[in-house]
């Protein structure tokens, strides 16, 4: 059964997709302030148990803040980046998680930034949260798109109809 | 998944409550995602920890989820009594806000003061709907992220493969 690539190229659709929407969603709250304030609320409620969104550290749109800060859109926003370049770097073969070191290296910024932050060391400027986010976002579609291929594989697997004859 | 692999019940819901109870104190949230990925990875570790193969980063997606789905739930729970404290901190947010906004939405006080008089039931379970959707989704990162660092197991001086 050809079902590799196939599932690849869903999990990354699915994965792509969603992270759209979730960014489409960062913008949508102050978008919608004045044209429809319970959604807007809501959005920003949606996402206030996972991010402070203190206006001073975020970006505004539309004369309002978007519904995270500026270093969690960065996350966001490299998580999508990272998406649209994964066909180019591991195109739809069998994904793989990164290895540990890339790991590290790429949380080395953000954990930098937000430790020396919280301890009150210094204060980055917004565009260095963003960018830190967004170097850090960017390598977790690998993870995501790796751990959701097993997941549908896994389901895929458990709940395929056998065909006559079929052993396996 | 696997009969060799132990329950992911215990670990999820250890790695969901030290997540939910961490996201939900108003001045430690300034970590912001930090927690919930924190969380699933602690639920990926505890998982490898009682394991004796190597977990694949499905295990980890699902241990992941799990975790983030307990972790919105003990946020929630966490956030009733701290409800005031959390509509205090919402007001001068929205009284900053008002300093920054261009303009400020008619009767967003009235909002507020709403909000401030309580939770209704239908809101409660609303708001732990969506929050579950989110934390699961992050979650599911954290967990994958924990198997890629604790998954692995040697066995006799031989490294399996996934």
């Given at each position: 059964m050809k079902k590799g690539p196939n599932t690849v190229l869903m999990t990354w659709l699915l994965v792509l997709l969603g992270g759209l929407l979730w960014n489409a969603?960062?913008?949508?709250?102050p978008l919608l302030r004045q044209e429809a304030p319970v959604v807007s609320a809501m959005i920003y409620a949606a996402f206030s148990p996972v991010c402070h969104q203190i206006p001073e550290r975020s970006f505004f749109f539309r004369g309002f803040p978007l519904a995270v800060c500026g270093r969690c859109l960065g996350i966001y926003l490299?998580?999508?980046?990272g998406t649209i370049l994964y066909p180019f770097l591991h195109r739809f073969?069998?994904?793989f998680?990164?290895?540990t070191s890339i790991f590290v290296l790429v949380s080395l910024p953000i954990g930098l930034d937000t430790a020396g932050n919280f301890l009150g060391l210094w204060t980055s400027p917004i565009g260095l949260r963003l960018a830190a986010g967004l170097v850090w976002g960017s390598?977790?579609?690998?993870y995501l798109i790796t751990g959701l291929y097993e997941v549908l594989r896994l389901f895929s697997g458990n709940f395929r109809l056998k065909s006559p004859g079929q052993t396996n | 998944m696997n009969d060799h692999k132990p329950n992911m019940l215990a670990p999820a819901l250890i790695g969901g409550a030290v997540a939910g109870v961490l996201s939900g104190i108003p001045f430690l949230n300034c970590f912001c995602c930090l927690w919930i990925i924190g969380g699933a990875v602690l639920a990926s570790y505890l998982l490898a920890k009682?394991?004796?193969v190597s977990l694949t980063s499905g295990d980890g997606a699902i241990v992941g989820a799990l975790a983030g789905i307990s972790a919105a739930v003990v946020d929630s729970l966490v956030g009733i009594p701290l409800h005031g404290l959390n509509v205090a901190v919402m007001r001068r947010?929205?009284?900053?806000?008002?300093?920054?906004a261009d303009e400020m939405p008619s009767g967003w006080e009235n909002w507020l003061d709403r909000t401030g008089g309580g939770v209704s039931i239908?809101?409660?379970f609303m708001g732990l709907f969506i929050s579950a959707a989110v934390f699961a989704a992050l979650g599911a990162l954290g967990g994958i992220i924990g198997t890629s660092l604790f998954g692995k197991k040697k066995a006799q001086g031989a490294e399996i493969a996934h």
């Open positions: 969603a960062l913008f949508a709250a490299g998580f999508s980046a073969s069998r994904p998680l990164p290895a390598v977790l579609p690998f | 009682d394991s004796p947010m929205m009284e900053r806000l008002s300093e920054f239908a809101m409660f």
